[in-house]
């Protein structure tokens, strides 16, 4: 059996420095809602934030370094919501390409069907990313909406999609 190249385990708040190096990369942040020159200050401050108890929060380590994060946040400020938790992943540039999203969704996704009742999970992605698109869509999520000139990335207003995925197998009380 061969051992996988990469590690998926729970975020740490010491993670703040691998992820805010990656995520200062214009390869990177120019596909998600990030700023550039993000701090180690600002990723520990959120890392260390009070999470819902359903939250999950993962990186994938690499070589002994992080080198993508993903996460589910419930949004449990809406009761009539809570059954709903938004979906953010990143990879940095150098580790693109090599299973580790696949990996990181098939976490999330596993948790959310099976231990973090969750019935919905909903992302935006910007409209052009076709390499993020199509993981989404092989992990079952479904193009909802367009938002035109929703944000603002090096200069030019750009669309994005809103997607989502259903519990494919929603739990049911087992009578035993």
Known sequence: MT???YLIRATRPEDAADIAAYM?????????????????????????????SNDLSLVAEQQGRVVASAGLFCQRAQVRR?????????VAAS??????GTALMAALTDYADRWGQILRI????????ARAIALYER???VREGLHRGYALRDG?????????????????????
Do not use: C
Request: charged share 15%; hydrophobic share 45%; proline share 10%.
């Open 95 to 100: 580790a693109q390409g090599q299973g580790i």
């Open 82 to 90: 809570q059954h709903a938790s938004a979906l953010g992943i990143s």
């Open 3 to 5: 051992q996988s190249p």
């Open 24 to 52: 200062a990369d214009p390869a990177v942040f120019a596909g998600l809602l990030q700023l550039p020159h993000p701090t180690e200050a600002m990723w520990r401050e959120r890392l260390s934030a009070p999470k819902a």
């Open 139 to 141: 992990f079952g999520f």
């Open 156 to 176: 030019v207003y750009v669309d994005t999609l809103s997607m989502a995925r259903w519990h494919p197998n929603p739990p049911r009380w087992s009578a035993g």
């Open 122 to 129: 909903e992302l935006s992605v910007f409209a052009d990313n």
